[in-house]
């Protein structure tokens, strides 16, 4: 299959992460489906990175299956379906004490819902047309790793990594190879944000890059590098793994502050009281 024939769905293209893949894959020679909520986000990177008419966008909520199944149909009027990458996500901090039951929905209906729906769309067409694909979904260290506050988050990344596992083995004898990218920081307009909103900017940003055995965060074209690595042809051996990519965050043994409720319950001074409205 000639360069220019791969054809593969980016999920989450807009922002960040997805950005950096959507714009490496384009480089490497793929024409790229690029989905993502936001219209103005893709539109963005139409015009900043397609240079060579490679490019379809999807507008939709991956939460939906019909955005996978819209997806897909647009891969295929391009030429075959050889990739899905699902890296659509969300990450609402909240602990289980102060959980929100919209906000616990919506993320493991865009996080894991959204990457299954990802996956269906993609063996099912990869097993029409007789393809040997890969899947990539972007999964997290907190899969992994305890951290405080990812009560949602953490579980939908953990299913991501056992959703590989599980569709690797299921669909091996067809050659379909599943992978799933583990990173720890990454340098994405959604971290920035949150440092912005610490009481202490600069302290907030020291302490996520010192995590992390370089000293630094990733930059979301790093993480990129390691998707492109793992579609290609080169990792035609690597299936069902869990690819960390972290800077050797997880190699190290960080210790959080505690959470202000849970420290105020130790001491027998309760604390606030679970509102899921909060």
């Known amino acids: 299959m000639t360069a220019d024939s791969r054809t593969c769905v980016v999920t989450g293209a807009a922002n960040g992460i997805g950005r950096a893949i959507a714009g490496r894959l384009l480089t490497d020679g793929w024409h790229v489906i690029a989905v993502d909520i936001s219209a103005s986000g893709l539109e963005s990177l139409r015009?900043?990175?397609?240079?060579?008419?490679?490019?379809?966008?999807?507008?939709?909520?991956?939460?939906?299956?019909?955005?996978?199944?819209?997806?897909?149909?647009?891969?295929?009027?391009?030429?075959?379906?050889?990739?899905?990458?699902?890296?659509?996500?969300?990450?609402?901090?909240?602990?289980?004490?102060?959980?929100?039951?919209?906000?616990?929905?919506?993320?493991?209906?865009?996080?894991?819902?959204?990457?299954?729906?990802?996956?269906?769309?993609?063996?099912?067409?990869?097993?029409?047309?007789?393809?040997?694909?890969?899947?990539?979904?972007?999964?997290?260290?907190?899969?992994?790793?305890?951290?405080?506050?990812?009560?949602?988050?953490?579980?939908?990344?953990?299913?991501?990594?056992?959703?590989?596992?599980?569709?690797?083995?299921?669909?091996?004898?067809?050659?379909?190879?599943?992978?799933?990218?583990?990173?720890?920081?990454?340098?994405?307009?959604?971290?920035?944000?949150?440092?912005a909103g610490a009481p202490d900017p600069e302290s907030a940003q020291r302490r996520d890059d010192s995590m992390h055995l370089r000293g630094r965060i990733a930059e979301p074209d790093e993480i990129a590098a390691v998707v492109s690595f793992l579609i290609s042809d080169d990792a035609s051996f690597i299936n069902g793994q869990e690819i960390v990519v972290d800077g050797g965050a997880s190699a190290r043994c960080v210790t959080f502050p505690a959470d202000v409720d849970v420290l105020a319950a130790a001491r027998g001074e309760g604390g606030e009281s679970n509102d899921a409205d909060s």
């Open 47 to 195: 015009t900043t990175m397609d240079t060579s008419g490679r490019l379809e966008l999807v507008v939709g909520d991956v939460a939906d299956r019909a955005t996978s199944v819209r997806a897909g149909e647009q891969a295929e009027q391009r030429g075959r379906l050889t990739a899905w990458i699902n890296n659509a996500g969300i990450e609402i901090d909240e602990p289980a004490h102060r959980v929100s039951e919209e906000r616990l929905r919506r993320q493991l209906d865009v996080n894991l819902v959204g990457t299954m729906w990802g996956c269906a769309e993609a063996v099912q067409r990869f097993m029409a047309s007789g393809t040997a694909g890969s899947i990539c979904s972007v999964s997290s260290i907190q899969a992994t790793r305890g951290f405080p506050g990812a009560f949602a988050y953490a579980a939908t990344k953990g299913g991501i990594n056992a959703l590989t596992r599980q569709l690797a083995v299921e669909y091996a004898p067809l050659r379909v190879r599943v992978n799933s990218v583990l990173p720890g920081g990454v340098r994405t307009a959604m971290t920035q944000a949150d440092w």
